[in-house]
């Protein structure tokens, strides 16, 4: 027998892939099902028994051998479970059996894990030849003589989508058992009804094959083969061809389930370890993007952050470890962790790279990454860049103009023993920077700086179709910045993080020193009045004040040295209250007869946010206020 393509109908449809979806041209599938009809011929009626002819024994045991090798090289191209099935079903109808049904375990067992209990089946695909009036009748009166009686409305067996496997039962005794089994046998004619329904039958002069599909571990379904009543019988070596179609299919079954568990894991690995949610800090906005190398190697090393940080400024990191494997997504994680940790202790970025760089070192001596790590302050405009041995970024100017900033370009995390080197640059409002990994820009087909070149040039171009007074939208700029990968320019993972800088005018900031002692207090709250006056929200003094009052008396407490007071005013109001002392506040409920403790509870209840951040040189406690109107 020889593999003929057919149409086929499924009780639940499933989701083909793109190149399994174009159907092949039903003239051939009906010319095939009139070759497969008279692969082995029958006997006329009432003629006595040919003589058996071993040329023909020979044939048939060609064609079935050949039919084997096609069907199971067809089931073993599909690489999902959706795929394998509808491979088994292909491949088996019309020139193995006229209709197929295929059940598998609900839920599928994964790997050695124990299936759960009850034992249900649900019927996955059920396909079946079919051939309309118009298909028919293109075919010759020879042809359409030695088709099988099929009628095109009518399911040639009905069955149940769900079957619960008692235990002892004959279904039950029958997959146990492995072997694929003829309809017509005793424990099969208990076993059908079981597995197709009470209600529901085997159509009167058909032939079944009931063939269990076994994985490595367990049983995990079965397999409906089904021959009409115009075409010759199952014989005995029918039974090995179902037997082998079905082991096939359960192995490739059994990979793909666990394919799809670790790609799962993988895809959640990935999802963890980036943020779920880019942080909305004042004077900035972000933007990012995460394309894997491919779809089979969904997890890599490449990671972003931006992390707020205290007196309103926000850290933004992008950073790449070698390889694409576990390995490398678990040491970036670590990495990103341990750079948020030294992010919340204000260091200079780069004293950050150099602890990361000490980090890397405790991971194992060949764990090696790039990292770039830059600080905005929006009330300075100014940004702090440290680099180590990543590519530079690019500052895209309000006018157009996009440049590759000039970043001492460092040794990668992981050597050791080297200085890391940070400049201040400009960041004008209206600007916006991109930090990007080296997926982007470097591929087999062009070096790091021809592509960093060309991204130079592809921002340029961008911002000249928004004209010189507006900056592009930042989402649809990284999407226009990723549509310049070609087909053979996504070798590595990209990652890459856009920021805008709007920065804070001068003119929306207020900023003072109070001296340590309990005049400092009432101070606080004069020159907050004044500067809310000042900014027309007069309605929110009452709050303020009661709020700085509270802040500044328990740091006064505390301090040595001059205290700082800062009032930022964007969409919120922000209060930041440092002083030189390292303890950190904390909330706790005071008893009826304490005189102190309930300050930070008025902050908590009357404040929209607030919070306490160490510095290397003492503290900051801040809180912020709606802009009402």
């Known amino acids: 027998m020889t593999e003929h393509p057919t149409s086929h109908e499924g009780r639940q449809p499933l989701a083909a892939r793109p190149q399994e979806r174009t159907r092949p041209r039903q003239r051939d599938a009906a010319v095939a099902a009139a070759a497969a009809a008279t692969t082995i011929p029958a006997p006329a009626k009432g ?29 073993a191209r599909g690489i999902d479970l959706d795929e394998i099935v509808l491979g088994l079903c292909r491949a088996s109808v019309p020139t193995f059996s006229d209709a197929i049904l295929v059940y598998l375990r609900d839920p599928l067992p994964v790997g050695d894990e124990r299936p759960v209990n009850p034992f249900v089946l649900r019927l996955r695909r059920s396909d079946r030849l079919r051939l309309t009036d118009e298909e028919t009748e293109s075919l010759s009166e020879t042809e359409r003589l030695r088709l099988p009686a099929v009628d095109p409305q009518a399911d040639l067996m009905p069955a149940a989508e769900l079957c619960e496997v008692q235990a002892g039962s004959a279904l039950a005794e029958v997959l146990r058992g492995v072997r694929p089994v003829f309809g017509d046998s005793a424990a099969a004619r208990v076993a059908l009804p079981e597995l197709l329904g009470a209600d529901r039958t085997v159509p009167s002069g058909h032939r079944v094959i009931l063939a269990p599909l076994r994985g490595r571990r367990r049983v995990i379904g079965a397999a409906v083969f089904l021959r009409g009543a115009e075409r010759p019988a199952f014989e005995a070596n029918d039974l090995l061809v179902a037997a082998q179609l079905a082991t096939h299919t359960a192995l490739g079954i059994d990979k793909a389930v666990l394919y799809g568990r670790e790609a799962y894991i993988a895809d959640e690995l990935q999802r963890t370890m980036l943020p779920d949610s880019l942080p909305q800090p004042t004077g900035v906005k ?46 970036m994680g670590q990495l990103r962790t341990t750079a948020q940790t030294l992010a919340g202790l204000d260091l200079p970025p780069q004293e950050v790279l150099h602890h990361l760089d000490e980090q890397a070192q405790r991971l194992g001596s ?21 680099n180590a041995g990543h590519p530079p970024p690019v500052l895209l100017h309000l006018g157009g103009r996009a440049e590759v900033l000039r970043v001492p370009p460092g040794a990668p995390i992981g050597v050791g023993g080297v200085d890391f080197e940070a ?39 961008t911002a000249r179709l928004t004209g010189p007074d507006h900056s592009p939208p930042l989402e649809a700029l990284c999407d226009d910045v990723l549509d310049m990968l070609g087909p053979g320019d996504r070798d590595d993972d990209i990652a890459l993080l856009a920021a805008r800088f709007d920065g804070i005018a001068p003119s929306d900031v207020a900023y003072w020193f109070l001296e340590p002692d309990e005049s400092a207090p009432g101070r606080a709250r004069r020159l907050a009045r004044r500067a809310l006056g000042r900014w027309g929200l007069d309605d929110l003094s009452d709050s303020v004040e009661l709020l700085i009052s509270e802040v500044v008396t328990n740091a006064v407490r505390y301090a040595e040295r001059p205290v700082t007071l800062r009032l930022l005013r964007t969409d919120t109001l922000r209060c930041e209250v440092g002083d030189d002392s390292p303890q950190l506040p904390r909330q706790r409920r005071a008893k009826d007869m304490d005189e102190n403790g309930r300050g930070l509870f008025l902050v908590n209840r009357l404040a929209r946010r607030w919070g306490a951040t160490r510095l290397s040189t003492g503290k900051v406690v801040w809180f912020e206020m709606p802009v009402r109107g």
Do not use: K, N
């Open 423 to 461: 400049v201040e640059l400009d960041a004008p409002a209206g600007a916006t920077l991109l930090l990007y990994t080296d997926g982007l820009v470097e591929s087999r087909l062009r070096d790091v700086w021809t592509g960093i070149e060309q991204l130079r040039e592809r921002l340029a171009t």
């Open 286 to 331: 972000l933007a990012s993007r995460y394309l894997p190398a491919a779809e089979t190697a969904r997890v890599g090393g490449d990671w972003y952050d931006a992390i707020p940080l205290p007196g309103s400024r926000v850290a933004l990191v992008v950073g790449d470890v070698m390889g694409h494997s576990m390995t490398s997504a678990a040491i």
């Open 47 to 75: 003629s006595a028994p040919a003589a058996p002819d071993p040329q023909a024994a020979t044939r048939r045991e060609g064609d079935r051998l050949r039919f084997v090798g096609a069907a199971t090289r067809r089931i």
């Open 366 to 386: 060949d764990r090696m990454a790039t990292c770039l790590y830059a600080v905005y302050d929006p009330v300075a405009h100014r940004i702090t860049v440290a």
